[in-house]
């Protein structure tokens, strides 16, 4: 146990009795503790992810790093949106569910581990195979120092974008959207950087 991570399983929260079983059964798994993005991360060998924990409002889960390489003979791993390539969950909405199953828990967390260990990576999708809405493509044909500033920008920040804009149902949403955040893509950052 990380003292650091304890202030998470201490604060008032819904799932805290969940959390703690959690967290007895990554501890199991020989898993490093760490908080990582504000939450419970498990890692082995060199501070490589394995699982993470989180709650929402309806549940809480498990986070496996790279769940799409997982077997998944349960049919348990959920997979949080269309656009999420490596993570899956194991979703819970008690205590007493993850009590039950803590020993296919246990062995999804293992073969997460030997996943990690045998160093296999997700392919990922090419920029380029991800929806480029006809707004933003418009607004980059009449701009070049837009065009040039967004190849600019990393993988993920250029998808990051296309998601966000794409995900407007309508026109003019999506036109708001990729004028607001102009400015922020020729200054050559992200969505979420400041």
């Known amino acids: 146990m990380n003292p650091k991570v304890d202030f998470y399983f201490e604060k ?32 082995v060998g060199d501070d490589n992810n394995v699982v993470l924990m989180h709650g929402f409002k309806n549940y809480c889960a498990l986070l496996f790093m790279k ?8 049919g348990i791993l959920v997979q949080q949106t269309k656009n999420v390539q490596a993570a899956r969950q194991i979703r819970f909405t008690s205590a007493d569910e993850i009590e039950e199953m803590a020993h296919i828990i246990k062995a999804y967390i293992r ?7 045998a160093g296999l990576e997700v392919e990922m999708k090419e920029t380029a195979a991800f929806d480029m809405p006809q707004e933003f493509q418009t607004k980059l044909n009449e701009n070049p120092a837009l065009k040039t500033a967004f190849e600019s920008l990393t993988p993920g ?38």
């Open 12 to 43: 008032a929260d819904q799932w805290q009795e969940a959390f703690k079983l959690l967290r007895t059964i990554a501890l199991e798994c020989d898993l490093a503790e760490q908080l990582k993005w504000g939450h419970p991360c498990y890692t």
């Open 67 to 74: 769940g799409a390489l997982l077997k998944d003979e349960m």
């Open 111 to 117: 073969e997460a581990i030997e996943v990690e260990k």
């Open 157 to 194: 920040r250029q998808r990051g974008y296309l998601l966000y804009f794409s995900s407007a149902k309508q026109s003019k949403t999506r036109a708001a959207r990729v004028e607001k955040y102009t400015p922020h893509i020729l200054a050559g950052k992200g969505l979420n950087d400041e």
